[in-house]
């Protein structure tokens, strides 16, 4: 079992920046991909970006690409999310998941934390 805390929501206003950070213990030794999804009032959630634990591979969704960040810090087993140039549309509660198989869902969640951003 992998858990998963983030942490670094708030409020910003729209142009502004927020770093989100994912801090995992158990057995991290068994992911295979980290990402960060959100889930807007009255939608449903929606992938964001990934990262490979072991490697530098990452994939953004369109709406995020140029504008956020994905790393990771092995030696700390914490994965961040950095978000530049911030949108009223990016408001939502951001998620930090786990992937421990290569193929398959991912299967550990956080409890999410909530990003406001005002016009």
């Known amino acids: 079992q992998v858990q998963l805390v983030e942490s670094g929501g708030g409020l910003v206003q729209a142009g502004g920046s927020l770093r989100l950070s994912c801090a995992a213990s158990?057995?991290?030794?068994?992911?295979?991909?980290l990402g960060w999804f959100r889930q807007a009032p009255g939608k449903e959630r929606e992938f964001v970006a990934t990262i490979r634990w072991s490697g530098d591979i990452t994939d953004y969704a369109d709406s995020v690409k140029g504008r956020f960040t994905i790393s990771r810090d092995n030696a700390k087993n914490t994965v961040y999310l950095q978000m530049n140039s911030l949108k009223p549309e990016d408001t939502a509660v951001y998620y930090c998941a786990a992937r421990t198989s290569i193929f398959g869902n991912f299967n550990s969640w956080g409890q999410g934390t909530q990003v406001t951003v005002s016009s």
């Open positions: 158990g057995r991290t030794f068994s992911i295979y991909k």
